[in-house]
T-cell receptor, first 115, second 112 residues
Framework: KAGVTQTPRYLIKTRGQQVTLSCSPISGHRSVSWYQQTPGQGLQFLFEYFSETQRNKGNFPGRFSGRQFSNSRSEMNVSTLELGDSALYLC??????????????FGPGTRLTVL | SQQGEEDPQALSIQEGENATMNCSYKTSINNLQWYRQNSGRGLVHLILIRSNEREKHSGRLRVTLDTSKKSSSLLITASRAADTASYFCATPPGGSNYKLTFGKGTLLTVNP
């Protein structure tokens, strides 16, 4: 079975631009969660999608948004980028929700640098 | 805020030694999971322990859970240089069945 894939792997943007990151979950997995990882704040939950519905959202501004398609692929978008958005963005897929005791399978991440 | 807090923040040992990492959390949970992350890469699930379990083994890994103290420990026996990584505990915060909240991790260095 193919693992979780994320594209692109690396991205460099400038302040004020917007960016879209993509995540393809493991076949058959319907839950996709997104996390932001920075040295200062660690791993922070962004949002989770299940069957095209956002079920939970972390404490991030409205500039961070996401969606999930019928094939379970997910995208997240960050508008009006700020320097502080530089981070490793990780996507995780699972059969059902991670919080309910389901193992989450992580992708390799997208390293976003905002200049 | 962080639900889980790992201790110590960093640990350096020699190959062959055992490594113990601890995790404390704040609210009641239905499960606790441990993950490993190699330098700047994605996380790998190691083991899940449910709230009604006290101990679980997987290969060289042993996890314990004490719900009365709201704490868990991860023991890696006979460590290898390849075990060098950051280790995170993750829990669903109280009342949540959806998201997982991660601690800041323990950076384990195993010296050859």
């Amino acid at each position: 079975k193919a693992g979780v894939t994320q594209t692109p792997r690396y991205l460099i943007k400038t302040r004020g631009q917007q960016v879209t990151l993509s995540c393809s979950p493991i076949s058959g997995h319907r839950s996709v969660s997104w996390y932001q990882q920075t040295p200062g704040q660690g791993l922070q939950f962004l949002f989770e999608y299940f069957s095209e519905t956002q079920r939970n959202k972390g404490n991030f501004p409205g500039r961070f948004s996401g969606r999930q398609f019928s094939n379970s692929r997910s995208e997240m978008n960050v508008s009006t980028l700020e320097l502080g958005d530089s981070a490793l963005y990780l996507c995780a897929s699972s059969l059902a929700s991670g919080g309910a005791g389901n193992e989450q399978f992580f992708g390799p991440g997208t390293r976003l640098t905002v200049l | 805020s962080q639900q889980g807090e790992e201790d110590p923040q960093a640990l350096s040992i020699q190959e062959g030694e055992n490594a113990t990492m601890n995790c404390s959390y704040k609210t009641s949970i239905n499960n606790l999971q441990w993950y490993r992350q190699n330098s700047g890469r994605g996380l790998v699930h190691l083991i899940l322990i449910r709230s009604n379990e006290r101990e679980k083994h997987s290969g060289r890994l042993r996890v314990t859970l004490d719900t009365s103290k709201k704490s868990s420990s991860l023991l890696i026996t006979a460590s290898r240089a390849a075990d060098t990584a950051s280790y995170f505990c993750a829990t669903p915060p109280g009342g949540s069945n959806y998201k997982l909240t991660f601690g800041k991790g323990t950076l384990l260095t195993v010296n050859p």
